[in-house]
């Protein structure tokens, strides 16, 4: 039987490594460009162009990301 911590961190990367492929397929159907992505999720329109290329891209923006594709609950004021 596996080990659920090791399943959970498993799919966790699956995720992470399709992430921008999932986030390319978004933006394309949405007709928004890569700047356009950037400005919404807070980075550099060529940190958005790495990220698609590469998948590289800190945890906050990673985040954002998964709030721009409304995979994750809104933010909760502080």
Not at 13 to 29: M, S
Not at 57 to 73: E, N, S, Y
Request: aromatic share 4%; with cysteine; net charge positive.
């Amino acid at each position: 039987m596996a080990d659920p911590t090791t399943t959970v961190y498993r799919d966790l990367a699956d995720i992470l490594v399709k992430l921008p492929g999932i986030v390319r397929e978004t933006r394309d159907r949405r007709k928004l460009s890569q700047r356009a992505v950037a400005r919404a999720i807070g980075v550099c329109p060529s940190t958005m162009s790495r990220f698609e290329r590469t998948g590289a891209l800190d945890l906050d923006h990673t985040i954002a990301v998964l709030h721009w594709l409304d995979q994750l609950p809104p933010k909760e004021a502080s």
